[in-house]
């Protein structure tokens, strides 16, 4: 599918136009679903063990942890979600792409990125932490960022 943007001065900055085929009127559907969509996940705060509603866009990295996963909002905050990171996989069109077998990483939290050794990538968060993409999901990852 190929994108063609026009842009016009006059229009209102809070409007978008689409012009399309009406055969893709079930793809902009879902497109405009996720657009507006804000997707939450409830978890357990440690501290008080209570259930918390958090947006998928105030995580930084999601960790394996044997059959559980940790969250690490960006305020530092850590949570608990009773899942494995494959029952994860749905948040990918959300940004939250997996860098390695233990990892899930929220991209639009990407600050800078570097090669690292053996075909690995290095990644800066906005929170200036660390994590390193295995050379299987690097290439991927650098296709998103690019």
Known sequence: MKFSYIWKSNQPASEIEIISNPSNKELLSTFEQRFFQSITLNATDFKTNRQVMIEVGNIEVIEASGHFTKIFLLDGTQLLLNKIL?????????????????????????????????????????????????????????????
């Open 86 to 146: 494959k029952e994860l996989s749905y948040l990918e069109p959300f940004g939250l792409v997996r860098i390695n077998n233990s990892m899930i990483l929220n991209l639009n939290q990407i600050h800078s990125f570097a090669s690292g050794s053996h075909a690995r990538l290095e990644v800066i968060t906005k929170q200036q932490n660390k994590y390193v993409v295995s050379r299987h999901y690097a290439k991927f990852i650098k296709e998103k960022l690019l």
